[in-house]
């Protein structure tokens, strides 16, 4: 299993700043992933964090706006640049421990709200 | 592209069983995930099923039949701390996951 945290658990912008997102995992874990979600909705894969390597974005999400750093194979950040106010939302990192095993971890989230 | 399709809403009285399905259109399938989420929590994990069948924990049970690109699960002895949203989510195999649009059950005493 793993228990993973983020920081800040929420948090209140000004359009046109940008906010960091940090996620630990507290075991080394395989995959590293981050997603989206707005209340009373489902979640949305932005990306996976690569160890080492540049992040794999998804469809409609883009580096610039969404830089993701993996350094290590239990830490990752995500960066929402430019806020607008259509980038309030949940954000939730994830993690799959190893390739024998099929669940992922989710941490707590991120609720962001950008006026 | 792919999607997954579910209820949006189902209503159950404590100690009865529901079905909640999944009908997914995808490529490069690999397997299909359940994540329970109450409101204001972190998804958790329920099961996955990579062949077809029925794979069972404890109340939970989740079939697949991936010829029909469908899937449920089932939820026996309903509590009520099982009122929660329930998402399908498709893994392909670099082990991402795509989430359905999720169905928001809620048990009723």
């Known amino acids: 299993s793993a228990v993973i945290s983020q920081k800040p658990s929420r948090d209140i912008c000004q359009r046109g700043t940008s906010l960091t997102i940090q996620c630990q995992v507290d075991s080394q874990v395989t995959m590293m992933f981050w997603y989206r979600q707005q209340p009373g909705q489902s979640l949305t894969l932005i990306a996976t964090?690569?160890?080492?390597?540049?992040?794999?974005?998804e469809s409609g999400f883009v580096i610039d706006k969404f830089p993701i750093s993996r350094p290590n194979l239990t830490f990752s950040t995500l960066t929402v640049s430019n806020m607008s106010p259509e980038d309030s939302s949940i954000y939730l990192c994830s993690a799959k421990p190893g390739t024998g095993n099929n669940e992922q971890f989710f941490g707590p989230g991120t609720r962001l709200t950008v006026l | 592209g792919q999607s997954l399709e579910q209820p949006s809403e189902v209503t159950a009285v404590e100690g009865a069983i529901v079905q909640i399905n999944c009908t997914y259109q995808t490529s490069g399938f690999y397997g299909l995930s359940w994540y329970q989420q109450h409101d204001g929590g972190a998804p958790t994990f329920l099961s996955y099923?990579?062949?077809?069948g029925l794979e069972e924990t404890g109340r939970f049970s989740s079939f697949l039949s991936r010829s029909d690109s469908y899937g449920y699960l089932l939820l026996q002895e309903l509590q009520m701390k099982d009122s929660a949203s329930y998402f399908c989510?498709?893994?392909?195999?670099?082990?991402?996951?795509?989430f359905g649009s999720g169905t928001r059950l809620l048990v009723r005493p």
């Open positions: 989510a498709w893994m392909d195999s670099s082990y991402k996951l795509i």
């Open positions: 964090a690569n160890q080492g390597s540049e992040a794999t974005y």
């Open positions: 099923n990579a062949l077809d």
